[in-house]
């Protein structure tokens, strides 16, 4: 957490506005009481193969309801998967069903996926591992 608090008071016009965490998510989540305009669920890869795609799919549906409940209206969530195995409609049907459950409406301002410095073949759809979307909270 060090390295983030640096890089953040280096890039931020504003110091003091950011605080780091280092804990579970999910218990950070539920315990606390805290509201946040902006939000980014960036985890690790939830499944790497099919057979562990539901397990991920749930995985992502209750992380995104959790950091939902936390946002303020007007608020911003940035949220990422980078499981190959959860394609884009997956993923976005995902998100869909965190906000319902989490009675949240969004509206998704921007699809975001890898760089042009990751090119994807034809012949390897799965190589458009990552996929993002940055929504707004109403």
């Known amino acids: ?9 280096l890039n931020l016009p ?16 539920k315990d606390t009481d805290q509201l946040y305009e902006v939000m980014v669920v960036d985890p690790p890869a939830f ?3 099919m057979d562990k ?12 309801a959790m950091a939902l409940e936390k946002i303020v209206p007007g608020g911003l969530l ?5 499981s190959q195995v959860v394609d884009r409609q997956l993923f976005y049907n995902t998100i869909v069903a965190a906000a319902l459950e989490a009675g949240r409406r969004l509206r998704v301002m921007h699809h975001l996926t890898q760089g042009a410095d990751h ?6 759809p799965e190589g458009s591992y990552l996929k993002g979307l940055v929504a707004y909270v109403e």
């Open 119 to 124: 090119p994807v073949s034809i012949f390897h």
């Open 53 to 64: 795609r539901h397990n991920a799919v749930q995985g992502y549906k209750r992380l995104n």
């Open 47 to 49: 499944a790497k193969t």
């Open 1 to 9: 957490m060090v390295l983030t608090d640096e890089n953040t008071q």
């Open 78 to 82: 940035f949220t990422f998967s980078c």
């Open 14 to 29: 504003f110091p003091g506005k950011h605080t780091g965490y280092t804990e579970d998510v999910m218990r950070y989540l």
